[in-house]
């Protein structure tokens, strides 16, 4: 990995820049600045429908996909709840529409048959909220203990339909079981957490500013992985599908992996994306071990790096 690759494919011109994205099988969702949820295909490599256009061009904060349903979380609006044609010429059509408040940029998850998102209560905690899919009932759980914290990115985490969530004072909620008790409050720096990455060994935070905080699931033991102040602030984060690896993009539109072991860069990767990497997804093997990165340069790469 000491040679750095070539990206295998961009695709380009996804409108204001892409956010976010979903894999399906060998289909690539891509959600844009621009309120619109493009599908593209991973083999034929071509735009092969526009799912789902939001009307006031809201910017698309995640996409999910669950029971044949594609879930488009609109910043600030709602969870658009799609269901997906029987015939690839037919229009995804609208099932359910979950409102939502305006949270920061955080994302909504999907576990199981629950849909997750943000919000905060009347008292300004910030608030876990969940809803069956089959069930159009929100219940909510209070995140922490302190107001006016507003949680900033969340990730599924290990068993028991815990979540990783990422909080604007610097610190990582873990919230376990169907109550969504928030069991721990783990405090890393005093950035907000931007992005939050969780495998079955390690959890992972990154932040406006290094370093990346990666911190042990058996001890909870906190390391510091190191990176150039130029690269800004780190911005979409993961795990290699053997967790040996973090895979990390930043605001200057860099991406780079680092050993989990040595907390040392492995190969970095800076001349494809000109600003922000929004997303980043590392398949698992059955999948060749693809790497996606979406960009807010309009940019979507797909990579090899093993």
């Known amino acids: 990995m000491s040679k750095p690759p070539k990206p295998l494919f961009v695709f380009f011109g996804v409108e204001g820049g892409a956010t976010c994205c979903h894999v399906d099988g060998k289909k690539l969702f891509v959600g844009s600045l621009k309120g619109k949820v493009s599908k593209f295909g991973l083999e034929s490599k071509v735009l092969e429908q526009i799912v789902y256009a939001d009307e006031k061009e809201r910017r698309v904060q995640s996409i999910g996909f669950a029971d044949e349903n594609l879930f488009v979380h609109i910043r600030g609006h709602a969870i658009i709840q799609l269901k997906k044609p029987e015939e690839k010429s037919k229009e995804w059509s609208v099932v359910r529409t979950v409102e939502v408040d305006d949270v920061g940029f955080c994302n909504s998850l999907l576990i199981g048959q629950s849909l997750l998102f943000a919000s905060s209560d009347n008292e300004r905690f910030p608030m876990l909220c969940s809803t069956s899919l089959s069930d159009f009932r929100v219940e909510s759980f209070r995140i922490g203990d302190t107001a006016d914290n507003t949680p900033m990115h969340m990730t599924r985490?290990?068993?028991?339909?815990?979540?990783?969530?990422?909080?604007?004072?610097?610190?990582?909620?873990?919230?376990?079981?169907?109550?969504?008790?928030?069991?721990?409050?783990?405090?890393?720096?005093?950035?907000?957490?931007?992005?939050?990455?969780?495998?079955?060994?390690?959890?992972?935070?990154?932040?406006?500013?290094?370093?990346?905080?990666?911190?042990?699931?058996?001890?909870?033991?906190?390391?510091?992985?190191?990176?150039?102040?130029?690269?800004?602030?780190?911005?979409?984060?993961?795990?290699?599908?053997?967790?040996?690896?973090?895979?990390?993009?930043?605001?200057?539109?860099?991406i780079r992996v680092f050993s989990c072991l040595r907390l040392t860069v492995l190969l970095a990767l800076s001349s494809t994306h000109s600003s922000s990497i929004t997303s980043l997804v590392w398949l698992p093997p059955e999948d060749e071990e693809l790497v996606i990165a979406t960009s807010s340069d309009a940019t979507v790469s797909l990579w090899k790096l093993r």
């Open 157 to 254: 985490g290990e068993g028991e339909g815990e979540v990783v969530i990422g909080m604007e004072d610097g610190r990582l909620a873990i919230s376990k079981g169907e109550n969504r008790l928030c069991s721990e409050m783990l405090k890393l720096g005093r950035e907000p957490v931007f992005c939050v990455a969780s495998c079955s060994k390690w959890m992972a935070a990154g932040c406006a500013r290094a370093p990346i905080f990666l911190v042990s699931r058996e001890d909870k033991n906190v390391r510091e992985v190191a990176y150039p102040p130029d690269s800004a602030g780190c911005s979409a984060i993961t795990f290699s599908p053997n967790c040996k690896q973090i895979l990390a993009g930043f605001w200057d539109g860099s």
